[in-house]
């Protein structure tokens, strides 16, 4: 079956604007997350979505950032006002179960702010 | 807040060498999983360890999890090009059974 995809795959805005990113789970996944990656570094936790609970939203690094999710399906990230240092891969991943279950990532989208 | 340190940072190392990379902690996890991440690519799971002690092999890499569950290794013998990427070590908090993430290592097998 398809694995997480993100779209788009390279995002170059200008500083200020709001951007949006896209990311489509497994069918069937009940968790879901986003992440944040600088160049090769590890991993920075955004969000984390489970099922229809309250997001756990304690990784935002910013009121500017925000997330959703619909229909506990597709999921939305947006920057609002971004600035250069927004500028990193952002990850989605989801998951069966949540917790500490196996996490399936997508490929990522690159943002640059310019 | 539980913490994972994951060393090196940074390993660059010619084909047929061994290497080890390590995550250690001061706190207990219930479970740590080992990723790998290719450029442009989101990171794959390669293991999970669950046992204090216990050691899991994936052809020439080998994974062991400390007895006390606070810190995990993976050695990998003759390394490959092919074995070029980051490594992501992540340990499952006792607490909400949420991940916590290692800052990754990253590899480069020259040939």
């Known amino acids: 079956g398809a694995g997480v995809s993100q779209s788009p795959s390279n995002k170059v805005t200008e500083k200020g604007k709001d951007v949006e990113l896209r990311c489509d789970p497994i069918?069937?996944?009940?968790?879901l997350y986003w992440y944040r990656q600088s160049l090769g570094q590890g991993l920075e936790f955004l969000i984390y979505?489970?099922?229809?609970?309250?997001?756990?939203k304690s990784g935002l690094p910013s009121d500017r950032f925000s997330a959703e999710r619909t229909g506990g399906s597709v999921s939305t990230l947006t920057i609002q006002r971004t600035q250069q240092e927004d500028s990193a891969v952002y990850l989605c991943?989801?998951?069966?179960?949540?917790?500490?279950?196996?996490?399936?990532f997508g490929p990522g989208t690159r943002l640059t702010v310019t | 807040t539980q913490l994972l340190e994951q060393s090196p940072q940074f390993l660059s190392i010619q084909e047929g060498e061994n290497l080890t990379v390590y995550c250690n902690s001061s706190?207990?996890?219930?479970?740590l999983q080992w990723y790998r991440q290719e450029p442009g690519e989101g990171p794959v799971l390669l293991v999970t360890?669950?046992?204090g002690g216990e050691v899991k092999k994936l052809k020439r890499l080998t994974f062991q999890f400390g007895d006390a569950r606070k810190d995990s290794s993976l050695h990998i013998t003759a390394a490959q090009p092919g074995d070029t990427g980051l490594y992501l070590c992540?340990?499952?908090?006792?607490?909400?059974?949420?991940?916590?993430w290692g800052a990754g290592t990253k590899l480069i097998i020259k040939p």
């Open positions: 992540a340990g499952e908090a006792v607490s909400n059974y949420q991940l916590i």
């Open positions: 706190s207990v996890f219930s479970s």
């Open positions: 360890v669950v046992t």
């Open positions: 069918s069937g996944h009940t968790a």
């Open positions: 979505f489970q099922g229809n609970s309250a997001p756990d």
């Open positions: 991943a989801s998951s069966f179960s949540g917790g500490a279950g196996e996490q399936y």
